[in-house]
């Protein structure tokens, strides 16, 4: 009896179990696109990243981070597509390939997330809190949406203490798994894009946008990039909008678009898409645009299996030049993908 008196009072001083946290949607690794987007302000920002769940209950955010208080330059990605195949020299009105240009990217996007922060996480139901680190007070709430078969979950945004859109989706894949550009444009399901945007302080949103992936042309050398040569378009590449000499409606009637996606990394889930109206750079005398042309970084959504998704991601193209730049830049968050 004295023995177990003993054992009795030295069982508190045993370590306890440490408590195992419930995964968001039973899932690790979730990549997301956040913007604080308001109309009549200037100084608006998305951030493009990575957020890992781990079972202690903590959360680690990787993300990139475009702002107007800081407007990055435009950047190379150090790829060009292949002359012929998948790209052409030619400057003639209705060429079927892409201009054999450079494609650009968001300025630092070619480098590592320059922000990381951690914080704690729990789930509620259907309900994932999450609240940061950080210099002010931030918490997030999203929806989680498990898919049909369960390998991949869909983050709805609740409630956001700064960013005022948000997108994102998880699975238990590595964040370094990511899927080849052939893949991408032999994708058989129809991807579609929801969309928020600010530009020329006006916040719009758009919702079931199909992205026409299969329409994208491979490159056999540059096996990393798809081009497309849109023909015309009915909205944009206007006379009205920016191509008085050459856009659509005028005598050249050019309202074709220039659209490249490129893989950025072979280590990770980014991918990057440029693109621009043909006849901005017939106005400014140019063959390769140096206006201020689309770039919208990407992660792939890939779900536990490997399957690719789509991406969500993030447009940071700010004005190059002007008395007024920040009035003309263009900023969004979006999804492109077949689960929503």
Not at 184 to 204: R, Y
Request: one cysteine or more.
């Amino acid at each position: 009896m004295r023995f177990l008196a003993i054992v009795l009072l030295l069982l508190p001083l045993l370590p306890t179990p440490a408590y195992a946290a419930e995964l968001p949607g039973g899932k690790a690794n979730y990549v997301v696109t956040l913007g604080r987007l308001r109309a009549d302000v200037r100084d608006n920002w998305v951030r493009l990243g990575t957020y890992q769940f781990a079972t202690d209950g903590t959360v680690t955010a990787r993300t990139y981070l475009w702002r107007q208080t800081a407007p990055a330059a435009r950047e190379g990605t150090g790829t060009t597509p292949d002359l012929d195949s998948c790209s052409t020299v030619s400057g003639a009105v209705g060429h079927t390939r892409a201009r054999h240009c450079e494609v650009l990217t968001a300025g630092g996007f070619r480098g590592s997330p320059p922000e990381s922060r951690t914080g704690t996480f729990s789930v509620a139901g259907d309900v994932l809190n999450i609240t940061w680190n950080f210099a002010q007070a931030w918490s997030e709430q999203w929806y989680l949406r498990p898919n049909a078969d369960g390998t991949l979950v869909r983050l709805e945004s609740k409630y956001n203490t700064f960013a005022t859109y948000a997108y994102g989706y998880g699975s238990n894949a590595a964040l370094a798994t990511r899927r080849a550009m052939s893949t991408v444009q032999a994708f058989p399901g129809t991807l579609k894009q929801d969309l928020a945007s600010w530009a020329k302080e006006n916040v719009t949103t758009s919702n079931g946008q199909v992205f026409a992936h299969p329409a994208f042309r491979t490159c056999p050398t540059t096996t990393w990039c798809l081009t497309y040569a849109q023909p015309s378009s009915a909205g944009a590449c206007q006379a009205s909008g920016g191509c008085p000499n050459y856009g659509g409606g005028t005598a050249t009637n050019d309202s074709s678009i220039q659209y490249y996606l490129v893989k950025v990394s072979s280590y990770d889930r980014r991918d990057t898409l440029w693109h621009w109206c043909t006849c901005l750079a017939r106005e400014r005398g140019e063959f390769c645009y140096t206006g201020n042309s689309h770039v919208k970084p990407l992660l792939q959504i890939i779900d536990d299996n490997g399957g690719f998704h789509g991406w969500v991601g993030a447009e940071a193209s700010f004005y190059p030049s002007g008395s007024d730049p920040r009035y003309s830049d263009m900023l969004g968050v979006f999804r492109i993908t077949d689960t929503r």
